[in-house]
């Protein structure tokens, strides 16, 4: 078992910044890639940023260029640097690993709330 904590959000201006951290313990030799999602209020919920275990990331469209997905596994800590927050990108950010045999683990999600 993996157990996943966010923390890091919270209220900001439009043109702001904010850095979500994601600390995993347990079994963490099991992960292989851990990611970054986030659901609006009425919306599914949607990846943002995805990194692998060999450092691979992909993005949203929506988040290119001006979020940063990163990962120390030294500390087991995942990071989402977040540059010019919109009022679009307020949701739970939630913090998600993947184990094997597609087990995917979940953090308790934490709010980031942008405002115009």
């Known amino acids: 078992q993996v157990q996943l904590v966010e923390s890091g959000g919270g209220l900001v201006q439009a043109g702001g910044s904010l850095r979500l951290s994601c600390t995993a313990d347990?079994?963490?030799?099991?992960?292989?890639?851990m990611g970054w999602y986030r659901q609006a209020p009425g919306q599914e919920r949607e990846l943002v940023a995805r990194?692998?275990?060999?450092?691979?990331?992909n993005y949203s469209d929506s988040v290119k260029g001006r979020f940063t997905i990163s990962r120390d596994t030294a500390k087991d800590t995942m990071y989402l640097q977040m540059n010019d927050l919109k009022p679009e990108d307020t949701a739970v950010y939630y913090c998600?690993?993947?184990?094997?045999?597609?087990?995917?683990?979940w953090g308790q999600g934490t709010q980031v709330t942008v405002s115009s």
């Open positions: 998600n690993a993947l184990g094997p045999r597609a087990v995917a683990y």
């Open positions: 347990g079994r963490t030799f099991t992960i292989f890639a």
């Open positions: 990194i692998t275990n060999d450092g691979i990331t």
